[in-house]
């Protein structure tokens, strides 16, 4: 098993550009997320999503979108990437029970994304 | 909105002595994580523990839960080099109305060892 995997792995955008994120997994988690992750801080949940074709926002949506189309897959995009973004970015999937997302998730590689 | 506080955010520690993470949470949780990540790599689960007075252990490092105090600690035992790394603690709780579960996580203690 792969796991999570992420593409790209690096990135430079110039300011006002678009991208988008792939995040696969093949454990069949029904949950994946994508995080942002910046100097001396942790982890911050940027958007989640509970299911094929469900999406929904978490603390640092704004500037992103994303979507759910199989459930294997989570795509992340930036629509008009600002300095601000530059950050790195983590994928992370985990099992969906009764009882909500209480199970650990599991990490993608990261993508480091610079907008000059 | 969940504030989870680790201490110290930065330590520096000889090989081969003992020292605690603190990761202190600000609301009801029974569920707390930590990661340990390396520099420019992803981040690895450590320990999951899930419910209060849960202690779990591996290799060197221990961990703890109190949910009453709402306290996690990661006690490192006779540190050497190859635990360098950031650790990370997150709690996690079920939104309002809502079955998902969010993972929060603390900003991350730097540990470095040195011999």
């Known amino acids: 098993n792969a796991g999570v995997t992420q593409t790209p792995k690096f990135r430079v955008l110039k300011t006002g550009q678009s991208m988008t994120l792939l995040c696969a997994q093949d454990m069949n988690h029904e949950y994946m997320y994508w995080y942002r992750q910046d100097p001396g801080m942790g982890l911050r949940l940027i958007h989640y999503?509970?299911?094929?074709?469900?999406?929904a926002k978490g603390e640092v949506p704004d500037g992103y979108n994303v979507s759910r189309l199989k459930k294997q897959n989570f795509l992340l995009g930036l629509e008009s990437a600002a300095p601000s973004q530059t950050s790195v970015y983590f994928c992370?999937?985990?099992?969906?029970?009764?009882?909500?997302?209480?199970?650990?998730?599991?990490f993608g590689p990261g993508t480091r994304l610079t907008v000059l | 909105e969940l504030k989870v506080e680790q201490n110290p955010l930065f330590l520096s520690m000889q090989e081969g002595k003992n020292y605690t993470i603190y990761c202190n949470y600000s609301t009801t949780s029974d569920r707390l994580y930590w990661y340990r990540q390396d520099p420019g790599k992803s981040l690895e689960s450590l320990f999951v523990?899930?419910?209060?007075?849960a202690v779990k252990q591996e290799g060197r490092l221990m961990a703890s839960l109190d949910t009453k105090a709402r306290l996690s600690t990661l006690h490192i035992t006779a540190a050497v080099h190859d635990l360098s790394a950031t650790y990370f603690c997150?709690?996690?709780?079920?939104?309002?109305?809502?079955?998902?579960?969010?993972?929060?996580f603390g900003r991350g203690t730097q540990l470095t060892v040195w011999p």
């Open positions: 999503s509970v299911g094929e074709g469900t999406t």
């Open positions: 523990l899930l419910s209060n007075g």
């Open positions: 997150a709690v996690a709780r079920r939104n309002r109305g809502s079955t998902l579960g969010r993972l929060y």
């Open positions: 992370a999937s985990s099992y969906g029970v009764s009882g909500g997302s209480y199970n650990e998730q599991f």
